[in-house]
């Protein structure tokens, strides 16, 4: 049974940056693709980021695309989310996510964390 749990979200002003982490318990399949999903307040969940467990391939919404940066450390089971240029619009809980797909389908979900933008 695999088991996430996100920690890093907080408050930061526009223009900061946050690194979130998604701790994994047990061991993803090779096959596993962990990512990123937010809901802003009075919104729907959306894609945000994702990393394949087993090579380098990576995907970003467009919203995202060259602020925030996702990595793994497989030796501490951890996918990281770097947010940088950070806007009024990325307030959110996120979500951390695993699946077999990068955008939907997910099989197991965090928490999630809160991430507020103060503009």
């Known amino acids: 049974q695999v088991q996430l749990a996100e920690s890093g979200g907080g408050l930061v002003q526009a223009g900061g940056s946050l690194r979130l982490s998604c701790a994994i318990s047990?061991?993803?399949?090779?096959?596993?693709?962990i990512s990123w999903v937010r809901q802003g307040p009075g919104k729907e969940r959306e894609f945000v980021a994702s990393?394949?467990?087993?090579?380098?391939?990576?995907y970003y919404a467009d919203s995202v695309k060259g602020r925030f940066n996702i990595s793994k450390d497989k030796s501490k089971n951890t996918v990281y989310l770097q947010m940088t240029g950070l806007k009024f619009e990325d307030t959110a809980v996120y979500f951390c996510?695993?699946?077999?797909?990068?955008?939907?389908?997910?099989?197991?979900w965090g928490q999630g964390t809160q991430v507020t933008v103060s503009s």
């Open positions: 996510a695993a699946g077999s797909s990068p955008y939907n389908g997910y099989f197991h």
């Open positions: 047990g061991r993803p399949y090779s096959s596993y693709v």
């Open positions: 990393a394949r467990w087993a090579d380098s391939r990576t």
